[in-house]
């Protein structure tokens, strides 16, 4: 139940492809949907949230699109660069509970040149 | 404004050891969660401390264990050191706790233990 389930594990796309990256939950208390980044040596930097109350979020080449039937969300990066060659994190968490962030194993992403 | 940092940076330690590791948060930031990251299980929360009292408790064993001073900072300590425990341990902080706000993670500690 408290588990989140991320895919895929790793990714190699093309500089200009989309990348996509789908995570899936089981807990419905869950309330808050972040994106984290992480490069190598440095910790996990947030890239971008959503909120159960809302399908899609935009934030330049980064989209996040909610389905709370199916209970799933996932990551688009639009215009994929090298410099976004990275792993990425979803997250799950519960607001107005503690910080607890309940997070995917993660997806090595490598864009090529 | 300075960001999250952790100390020590690296650390090697032999089994049955114990271990302090410590986080400053950023400034003005009252909550503070730490987590364990491995290859294999990934990215794990271990507790999280605000305004001194710990707020939650992921699912870890006793040996694991952290405290924060009035001054927001905070130590987490593992005793009787296992192989196991090898991993890069994260800080995190935030204004509040459970306001959906934006977490901010250190670079992490890296400890080996041999």
């Known amino acids: 139940q408290q588990q989140v389930k991320q895919s895929p594990q790793s990714l190699i796309v093309q500089k200009g492809g989309i990348s996509i990256i789908n995570c899936a939950y089981e807990?419905?208390?869950?309330?808050?949907f972040p994106w984290y980044q992480q490069f190598p040596g440095k910790g996990p930097a947030l890239l971008i949230a959503?909120?159960?109350?809302?399908s899609e979020k935009k934030e330049g080449r980064f989209t996040i699109s909610f389905n709370k039937s199916a209970k799933q969300f996932s990551l688009h990066i639009m215009d994929s660069q090298p410099g976004d060659s990275a792993t990425y994190f979803c997250?799950?968490?519960?607001?107005?509970?503690?910080?607890?962030?309940?997070f995917g194993k993660g997806t090595k992403l490598t864009v090529n040149p | 404004k300075a960001g999250v940092t952790q100390t020590p940076r690296y650390l090697i330690k032999t089994r049955g050891q114990q271990v302090t590791l410590s986080c400053s948060p950023i400034?003005?930031?009252?909550?503070v969660s730490w987590y364990q990251q491995t290859p294999g299980q990934g990215l794990q929360f271990l507790f999280e401390?605000?305004?001194?009292?710990?707020?939650n408790k992921g699912n870890f064993p006793g040996r694991f264990s952290g405290r924060q001073f009035s001054n927001s900072r905070s130590e987490m300590n593992v005793s009787t050191l296992e192989l196991g425990d090898s991993a890069l341990y994260l800080c995190?902080?935030?204004?509040?706790?459970?306001?959906?706000?934006?977490?901010?993670f250190g670079p992490g500690t890296r400890l080996l233990v041999l």
């Open positions: 807990n419905t208390a869950f309330d808050y």
């Open positions: 959503i909120r159960p109350d809302v």
């Open positions: 401390y605000f305004s001194e009292t710990q707020r």
């Open positions: 995190a902080s935030s204004l509040f706790s459970g306001s959906g706000k934006t977490q901010y």
């Open positions: 400034s003005g930031h009252r909550s």
């Open positions: 997250a799950a968490s519960i607001q107005g509970g503690s910080e607890k962030l309940v």
